[in-house]
């Protein structure tokens, strides 16, 4: 398998843009993980689905952010309107039940 | 929710010497995983571990469930070791898939 793919890699827009981040999870996996790196907090679950459904979503800071799993293998975490404190690298994970999670190269964003 | 320490924060090493790495939790938990993230920013998963011990070459782990805490153990370092280390368990306050990472120890191995 080649993995959590995550695209882009990079991103950079303007303050006001949407911004839209995509995930395919590992074919056969039943969770799927949105989180977010920075400096200041660390590592933080945005949020998470299971079998496409999302069930916990505590950690979506604001309105702004929206997240969605159509299908088994594809998500997406948008972020309208964007603001610079959206700054951060923000990471797809994928797992089989709540086990192993699995990460992929993750999504720089900058926004200016 | 549960709170989670990590220590050392930063770690210098030689190269070849060995390291623990500890990480504590305010909570019983049954779900505990190891990190790396590479100097690149790749996190990859070390160790699925709740409880006991389990071995990956120079590396193991040994996590005891009733004293919450979970030791990373790393012999032989090389410099391809350096990066963060994290652990992560579920915050029951939320929900089982729930992660909460520590804020790491940052590893350094010189050649």
């Given at each position: 398998?080649?993995?959590?793919?995550?695209?882009?890699?990079?991103?950079?827009?303007?303050?006001?843009?949407?911004?839209?981040?995509?995930?395919?999870?590992?074919?056969?996996?039943?969770?799927?993980?949105?989180?977010?790196?920075t400096m200041m907090r660390g590592?933080?679950?945005?949020?998470?689905?299971?079998?496409?459904?999302?069930?916990?979503?505590?950690?979506?800071?604001?309105?702004?952010?929206?997240?969605?799993?159509?299908?088994?293998?594809?998500?997406?975490?948008?972020?309208?309107?964007?603001?610079?404190?959206?700054?951060?690298?923000?990471?797809?994970?994928?797992?089989?039940?709540?086990?192993?999670?699995?990460?992929?190269?993750?999504?720089?964003?900058?926004?200016? | 929710?549960?709170?989670?320490?990590?220590?050392?924060?930063?770690?210098?090493?030689?190269?070849?010497?060995?390291?623990?790495?500890?990480?504590?939790?305010?909570?019983?938990?049954?779900?505990?995983?190891?990190?790396?993230?590479?100097?690149?920013?790749?996190l990859i998963n070390l160790f699925?571990?709740?409880?006991?011990?389990?071995?990956?070459?120079?590396?193991?782990?040994?996590?005891?469930?009733?004293?919450?805490?979970?030791?990373?153990?790393?012999?032989?370092?090389?410099?391809?070791?350096?990066?963060?280390?994290?652990?992560?368990?579920?915050?029951?306050?939320?929900?089982?898939?729930?992660?909460?990472?520590?804020?790491?120890?940052?590893?350094?191995?010189?050649?």
């Open positions: 398998d080649a993995g959590v793919i995550q695209s882009p890699r990079h991103e950079v827009t303007e303050m006001g843009q949407e911004v839209t981040l995509r995930c395919k999870p590992i074919s056969g996996h039943d969770y799927l993980f949105w989180y977010r790196q590592l933080e679950l945005l949020i998470y689905f299971n079998n496409n459904v999302p069930i916990d979503d505590s950690g979506m800071p604001e309105d702004r952010f929206s997240a969605k799993m159509p299908n088994a293998s594809f998500s997406t975490l948008k972020i309208q309107p964007s603001e610079p404190r959206d700054s951060a690298v923000y990471f797809c994970a994928s797992s089989w039940s709540t086990d192993t999670q699995y990460f992929g190269p993750g999504t720089r964003l900058t926004v200016l | 929710g549960i709170q989670v320490e990590q220590s050392p924060p930063d770690l210098i090493l030689q190269e070849g010497a060995n390291s623990t790495l500890r990480c504590n939790f305010s909570d019983s938990v049954n779900n505990l995983q190891w990190f790396h993230q590479n100097p690149w920013g790749q699925y571990i709740p409880s006991g011990t389990k071995q990956n070459g120079r590396l193991s782990a040994t996590t005891v469930a009733t004293e919450r805490y979970s030791l990373l153990y790393i012999s032989s370092s090389q410099t391809t070791d350096s990066g963060v280390y994290f652990c992560a368990v579920p915050n029951y306050g939320g929900s089982q898939g729930n992660l909460i990472f520590g804020k790491g120890t940052k590893l350094s191995v010189k050649p």
